[in-house]
């Protein structure tokens, strides 16, 4: 996974050669969007997507607006705001390849989609769950909670960059011992490796294993297929690729599970024909709504709106073509320091994480140090992570390389 080789810069020269051959730059209208949209990159060198994104200004521009109507006609406005709600779903279902809006339910966080599913599904002593040794927290303490109270049994593989998919497909392939359930990150969120989820979702599908992913560092900066990858489950917050505030994401459940999970949340806002306070014989939504017991966060809704639009008047390829020269153009800097790259070099296991560090140097100081100079940052996986989004500008980078050279 780290080497400075010459072959591996060879391999990185022609990667980005493929790259530019299949280039086609944006065009000059939607650069000028971009770059009114983005001020932070006037602000700071904010390198850090991959934790909590700075907002477009459409977004901090619906806020704003939303905050004025509030404060002069409280919800007299009650209903557009609903109106707002659903498109807000519709978008997100667009977002993450998904035919069906019913599909998705707005929940506060990827830690709460998982729940839901944890919770939702029936365990027998001994069921098998499989997650990756190195999953952010939210997708292993779920799981581990489970097996306290049930007594299923929570297995790790090991993701490597040379066949991230490898120990997983064993596993779901194993005659015995065959999970019920994967839960994985599309993205691994400290060595940012990216996982073939339609390899993956093929074999799941294939023998009967249930496929959740953790989708929060992949959804918005890459197309996204539930329906296409047979995923059942997946989630995410809206802070990062999405360029939404916290506490606002998705959770994407596919049709034929929805009625049949379990509920532990309830309230008036999860029941078919919610609104009417008067019906007495309620009945969970027939939708993914069910999962949404009360008041949305209408805020963050707007926010989230915004944000996604924006994305989708992009278009989420275009996304990942600007986000991947980013990367590429990073990353031959940071070989040129020498840095011993953390990261996948093959430019199809990685999305927008680059993770590095320099031998005889603490990560640990050194992410101080970058952050006491507005290199906006994250010291993950024993290393420093980088996450340029598609809107990362060169001189933003170069700035942020400048500061590195003077810090190693
Ligand atoms: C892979 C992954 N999952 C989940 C989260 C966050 O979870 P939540 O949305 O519940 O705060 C993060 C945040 O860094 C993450 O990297």
Redesign the pocket.
């Known amino acids: 996974m780290k080497t400075t080789s010459i072959f591996v810069t060879a391999l990185i020269i022609n990667e980005s050669l493929k790259m530019s051959s299949k280039y086609m730059p944006l065009p000059p209208e939607t650069l000028k969007t971009i770059a009114d949209q983005f001020p932070v990159n006037d602000q700071c060198m904010y390198l850090n997507h991959?934790?909590v994104a700075p907002w477009p200004k459409c977004t901090s521009e619906a806020v704003q607006q939303f905050a004025i109507e509030n404060c002069q006609t409280g919800a007299q406005g009650y209903l557009t705001w609903l109106k707002k709600e659903q498109k807000l779903r519709t978008k997100l279902a667009l977002l993450v390849g998904s035919k069906n809006e019913d599909c998705i339910a707005l929940v506060k966080?990827?830690?709460?989609a998982?729940s839901i599913v944890a919770y939702g599904l029936d365990w027998q002593t001994g069921d098998i769950i499989l997650i990756s040794d190195d999953?952010?927290p939210?997708?292993r303490i779920v799981w581990e909670s489970l097996a306290q109270k049930f007594g299923v049994i929570v297995k790790q593989v090991h993701i490597s960059a040379e066949d991230p998919e490898a120990e997983i497909l064993e596993a779901i392939n194993s005659a015995v011992n065959k999970p019920k359930l994967i839960s994985i990150?599309a993205?691994?969120?400290a060595s940012g490796i990216k996982l073939d989820l339609a390899k993956l979702g093929e074999a799941c599908h294939s023998n009967n294993v249930l496929f959740c992913v953790?989708a929060?560092?992949a959804v918005g900066a890459m197309e996204f297929k539930c329906d296409e990858w047979h995923i059942d489950f997946a989630m995410?917050?809206g802070?990062?690729w999405m360029l939404g505030p916290?506490g606002l994401?998705f959770f994407f459940v596919k049709t034929n599970h929805i009625k049949n999970m379990n509920l532990y949340q309830y309230g008036w806002h999860m029941i078919e024909g919610a609104g009417d306070f008067s019906i007495k014989d309620w009945q969970p939504a027939n939708n993914a709504r069910r999962f949404e017991c009360g008041s949305p966060n209408m805020l963050a809704g707007y926010a989230l709106e915004a944000s996604t639009d924006l994305l989708l008047e992009i278009g989420l390829d275009k996304v990942a073509v600007e986000i991947e020269n980013n990367h590429a153009y990073l990353l031959r800097q940071l070989q040129h320091l020498g840095a011993d790259i953390l990261s996948p070099l093959d430019s199809n296991m990685r999305a927008g994480i680059l993770t590095f560090k320099f031998s005889g140097i603490d990560s640990a100081e050194l992410y101080q140090k970058l952050m006491g100079n507005d290199v906006v940052c994250a010291n993950r996986g024993g290393g420093v992570r980088f996450s340029p989004h598609f809107h990362t500008t060169k001189k933003c980078m170069d700035n942020a390389i400048n500061v590195l050279k003077t810090l190693i």
């Open positions: 991959a934790a966080n990827t830690s709460e998982l999953e952010f939210s997708n990150s993205v691994q969120y953790d929060i560092q995410a917050d802070h990062k916290e994401g």
